[in-house]
T-cell receptor
Framework: DQQVKQNSPSLSVQEGRISILNCDYT??????FLWYKKYPAEGPTFLIS?????DKNEDGRFTVFLNKSAKHLSLHIVPSQPGDSAVYFC????????????FGQGTTLQVKP | GAGVSQSPSNKVTEKGKDVELRCDPI?????LYWYRQSLGQGLEFLIY????????KSGLPSDRFSAERTGGSVSTLTIQRTQQEDSAVYLC????????????FGPGTRLTVL
């Protein structure tokens, strides 16, 4: 049972435009959400996170939005740059004393120059 | 560099053989995680070590999988009697104590079971 879903396996965007990556989850007990970015042959690197008590978190070109009623979060990248081309993973953490993360399948973003 | 390191980077083995994958976490990180990524899938949690507490093994897919962490530092993931469905990239991550701390990932070990 996939508790975190990224339904778009790929996304192509023109440089300078906005990239929107989406993620849905099923478990209402998740209290913390993260986005990771992964380049080929490298491990994922942390990008941005949001607590379930917030609905928006912004860090430079990256903004994460959380809609708890819809169990949906999204990552906005604006303006998109060719160096943003990578696989983006959405992840969620359950409440309680655990650090384990539940990941989505990933979305491959291609930013065209 | 002082990042998480994993060895080997690639491992090809025959079905039925045992394999050991190693993870060296960032110095000072008390939490260590193992995940795996099968082809076309997201990262799947396997096991979590936090200090001297009993590990969270809830993600291990079968009793062929085990992991240990010696001296609170290096960890070894062992897969016995490997099967073709074990083929995946095995990723290790570490973090400071506390669930809010960022997990830093290693580059992974690509395991191929023939």
């Amino acid at each position: 049972d996939q508790q975190v879903k990224q339904n778009s396996p790929s996304l192509s965007v023109q440089e300078g435009r906005i990239s929107i990556l989406n993620c849905d989850y099923t478990n209402s007990m998740f209290d913390y959400f993260l986005w990771y970015k992964k380049y080929p042959a490298e491990g994922p690197t942390f990008l941005i996170s949001i607590s379930s008590i917030k609905d928006k978190n912004e860090d430079g070109r990256f903004t994460v939005f959380l809609n708890k009623s819809a169990k949906h979060l999204s990552l906005h990248i604006v303006p998109s740059q060719p160096g943003d081309s990578a696989v983006y993973f959405c992840a969620a953490r359950g409440s309680g004393n655990t650090g384990k993360l539940i990941f989505g399948q990933g979305t491959t973003l291609q930013v065209k120059p | 560099g002082a990042g998480v390191s994993q060895s080997p980077s690639n491992k090809v083995t025959e079905k039925g053989k045992d394999v050991e994958l190693r993870c060296d976490p960032i110095s000072g990180h008390t939490a260590l995680y193992w995940y795996r990524q099968s082809l076309g899938q997201g990262l799947e949690f396997l096991i979590y070590f936090q200090g001297n507490s009993a590990p969270d093994k809830s993600g291990l897919p079968s009793d062929r999988f085990s992991a240990e962490r010696t001296g609170g530092s290096v960890s070894t993931l062992t897969i016995q009697r490997t099967q073709q469905e074990d083929s995946a990239v095995y990723l290790c991550a570490s973090s400071f104590q506390g669930e809010d701390n960022e997990q830093f990932f290693g580059p992974g070990t690509r395991l191929t079971v023939l």
